[in-house]
C-alpha cells in the first residue's frame, strides 16, 4: 500500500539501490489481497522483470514457489515466510510489541487494548505476540478481549479503537500495530473527546514522517523501513547476478523504542 509512509520509505529505499546498479522499479500494491498478489505477479512475469522484492500478504510459500518456478529472484521483505525456500529481510516485530507493552507495563497500565491486522499476517501476529509475552513475563493475566483484529487501516484503527473504548472498565493505553491503526485510533479518540495522553495513553509500531505534523508526540517502536529495504534490494540484485550464497538467509532488524509523549507520565 504505497499510501503507507512505511512502504513509501521501503519503495525509496530500494529504489535508491535499484537505480544505482542500473535497474527500475515498478510498484504494485497488493492490499493484504492475495488475488490481487497473484494478479501483479502474473504481470511482473509477463513484463519479464529481472526479479520480485515480495512483501507477502500471507506466511504461506505458495506465492514464492510460484515465482521461483520461473527460475525468477525473488526476496521476502518486511515479512516471516518460515516454510519457503527464499531469502527474508524484515524488522523484529515481536521484540518491538515486546518492548513497546513492556514500557506501557512500566508506566503502571494494566488494561491495554491492542489494535493489530489480519490473522496470518506475520507482522500483525508476531506484533500480538510481543504483546502477549509482555504481558506473560510481568505474570499479569491477559483479557483476550482487550485484543482486537482488523486490518492496517485507517479505518480499521478507528473502528477497533471505538470498540476498545467500549469495554468496561476502558483500556487504558491503546496499543496499535501499525501507523495506518494509530492514526485511525487517534481519530476514533478525538471523537470520544479522549485526549491523548491525558485522558489514555496511545502507542504504536512505525514512525511517522514529522510531515504527519499530528504525531509529533506519538511514542513508537520505529522499524528501520529505509536500511531494511536496501539491505533485501542488495540481496535480489545479487541473487539476480548469481553472486548471493546458495544457502538463502533472514536478515531481522530491530526496531528503535522512541519515547515522546503520547503514553504520558507514569500512572498514579
Ligand atoms: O505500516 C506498515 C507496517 O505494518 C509493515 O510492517 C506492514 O507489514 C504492516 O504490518
Not at 496511545?202 to 513508537?220: H, N
Amino acid at each position: 500500500d504505497i499510501t503507507n509512509p512505511f512502504f513509501t520509505t521501503v519503495a525509496r529505499g530500494v529504489e535508491d539501490v535499484a537505480s544505482e546498479a542500473g535497474y527500475t522499479v515498478t510498484y504494485c500494491n497488493t492490499d493484504e489481497d492475495e488475488s490481487k498478489e497473484q494478479k501483479n505477479i502474473d504481470l511482473l512475469l509477463q513484463q519479464q522483470v529481472d526479479g520480485i522484492l515480495l512483501v507477502p500478504t500471507l506466511s504461506k510459500a505458495d506465492a514464492i514457489n510460484y515465482i521461483q518456478g520461473y527460475n525468477l529472484p525473488v526476496v521476502v521483505l518486511d515479512r516471516r515466510m518460515p516454510n519457503a525456500n527464499a531469502d527474508v529481510v524484515r524488522c523484529d516485530s515481536e521484540d518491538g510489541a515486546f518492548q513497546l507493552a513492556s514500557y506501557l507495563l512500566e508506566l503502571g497500565h494494566r488494561r491495554i487494548a491492542i489494535l493489530t491486522g489480519p490473522e496470518g499476517t506475520s507482522t500483525a501476529d508476531d506484533r500480538l505476540a510481543g504483546y502477549r509475552r509482555a504481558m506473560f513475563e510481568a505474570g499479569l493475566e491477559l483479557n483476550e478481549d482487550w485484543i482486537f483484529r482488523g486490518s492496517f487501516t485507517q479505518e480499521s484503527g478507528f473502528e477497533m479503537a471505538t470498540n476498545a473504548m467500549r469495554l468496561t472498565p476502558s483500556p487504558t493505553a491503546i496499543f496499535a500495530a501499525n501507523n495506518f491503526i494509530a492514526i485511525g485510533a487517534m481519530k476514533a479518540l478525538q471523537e470520544l473527546n479522549q485526549s491523548v495522553p491525558e485522558d489514555i495513553a496511545l502507542v504504536g509500531i512505525d514512525d511517522l514522517p514529522e510531515a504527519l505534523v499530528m504525531f509529533p508526540f506519538l511514542t513508537v517502536a520505529a522499524q528501520p523501513a529505509y536500511g531494511m529495504a536496501k539491505e533485501a534490494t542488495r540481496l535480489l540484485l545479487a541473487r539476480i547476478a548469481g553472486e548471493a550464497p546458495a544457502q538463502h538467509q533472514e536478515i531481522v532488524l530491530p526496531t528503535e523504542l522512541i519515547i515522546r509523549q503520547s503514553a504520558g507520565q507514569p500512572l498514579l
